[in-house]
């Protein structure tokens, strides 16, 4: 019946790539989930192709974390619980409604488009190459995320109350971003990856001037969720991945 | 001499066939054209071993391509040809061939430029965006202000 779980050897660089590339999966599995659901015609287009470059990214950074480990892409993808994923719990966030997606998007790619363009200049050459191309595509999608802000912000009374209420919601999540325990600050040592703390003042200037074109509210500080990146996830995970990982657990290895 | 010259033209005839791969979802430009075709060479088994790059890192056309390749250097005579896929340097707008600009453009496609896209059909610089996204990862959607058409325009990337 269903398949074992695996079990990976964690050395700080395969961890540091699983927790970038759980990132990129879970978040690009959320915004698939709004195929054949989106508001208009032309934002289908648009979180589907998103939802196509994060799950680009996750491959390339499964393949080389795979090259290191002994699993390949979709071992990795399917064959991990909960439990083993290290991605940040903002990504596993439910869609809510269109504007919770965008706020949502908002704060991970603020974080993720600087990420990128820092990792290019990384001491290993493969997650060097994979930040190269991850960047562009991150740039674009930050484009897209922060005019669809400023116009459900700044739109109607409706829309304005909903963009501000999904900010309040996923606020609490943001200060997860830019942790880093012992295994990732080895490899920021190592100038393998950047430091995400360095990340937070430029991710704070562009969101708050997003908020402010948006007329939204930067809420208070306040006490940040924290445990994704150590597998200590909400209850949201879990289904998303019964979802996402079902057929390989009850086919074991099934292709098409 | 016999042997460098026979393996040259072997080289030849395997990049004649690389480059002449079209693209599946742009079928009126190859992967010549667009810069996804990186290098054709022999290895030392006989194998012909051809380097392709992806545009964007989940476009779902490069599965496509890679086999459409292995097809094209089998009918060339290439039997067992490895593909391979590399990601650096990542791939730009500015590898288009003057050849692809001319060729999209004839497709109703507005060839990449910095700045708004031209209309494809009337040619005019009066253009608008209606979406940063299109019908595939490359592309994105645009209306024409002077004839009204709506059309698609490479991404400039």
Not at chain 1, 50 to 59: E, F, N, S, V
Not at chain 1, 227 to 252: D, K, N
Not at chain 2, 13 to 38: F, K, M, N, Q
Not at chain 2, 77 to 91: C, K
Request: glycine share 8%; hydrophobic share 45%; proline share 5%.
């Amino acid at each position: 019946m269903a398949t074992t779980s695996i079990v990976v050897a964690e050395t700080e660089l395969v961890l540091a790539l699983l927790r970038r590339a759980d990132d990129a999966l879970v978040l690009g599995h959320r915004l698939s989930e709004w195929t054949g659901r989106a508001p208009t015609l032309e934002e289908e287009l648009a979180l589907a192709n998103i939802a196509l470059d994060l799950i680009g990214q996750a491959r390339a950074l499964y393949q080389y974390a795979g090259e290191l480990s002994g699993f390949d892409e979709d071992q990795l993808a399917y064959l991990r619980d909960a439990g083993a994923y290290r991605n940040c719990l903002l990504v596993e966030q439910p869609n809510g409604d269109f504007a919770r997606t965008i706020v949502r998007q908002v704060f991970c790619t603020a974080f993720t488009d600087p990420f990128w363009r820092a990792a290019m200049g990384s001491a290993d050459a493969t997650l060097a190459a994979i930040a190269g191309k991850a960047a562009k595509e991150t740039a674009y999608h930050l484009r897209h995320a922060g005019a669809w802000l400023v116009r459900l912000g700044d739109g109607t009374e409706e829309s304005h109350r909903r963009t501000q209420e999904a900010v309040e919601l996923l606020w609490p999540y943001v200060g997860e971003l830019f942790e880093a325990d012992a295994a990732e600050q080895a490899m920021i040592a190592a100038g393998v990856v950047p430091d995400p703390a360095a990340l937070r003042d430029g991710w704070e200037r562009v969101v708050a001037a997003l908020l402010e074109r948006a007329t939204l509210r930067r809420p208070a500080e306040g006490w940040m969720q924290t445990g994704g990146r150590r597998g200590v996830h909400s209850e949201h995970l879990g289904i998303l991945l019964a979802e996402m990982q079902v057929l390989q657990r009850t086919y074991p290895g099934a292709q098409w | 001499m016999v042997d460098r010259a026979a393996a040259s033209l072997r080289l030849a005839a395997a990049w004649a066939a690389a480059e002449a791969v079209p693209d599946p979802e742009l079928p009126a430009v190859t992967i010549a054209d667009l810069g996804i075709l990186r290098d054709v060479a022999l290895r030392a088994d006989g194998r012909a071993e051809v380097t392709i790059t992806p545009t964007y890192s989940g476009c779902p056309a490069m599965v496509v391509i890679a086999l459409d390749i292995a097809r094209a250097m089998e009918a060339a005579g290439f039997a067992d040809a490895v593909v391979r896929s590399v990601l650096a340097p990542a791939w730009t707008t500015d590898w288009l061939t003057p050849a692809a600009h001319r060729k999209l453009a004839e497709a109703g496609i507005a060839p990449p430029r910095r700045g708004p896209p031209a209309c494809p059909r009337c040619g005019s610089a009066e253009t608008e965006t209606i979406s940063e996204f299109g019908a595939t990862a490359c592309k994105a959607l645009h209306r024409c202000l002077s004839c009204r058409e709506p059309f698609e325009a490479f991404k400039c990337h």
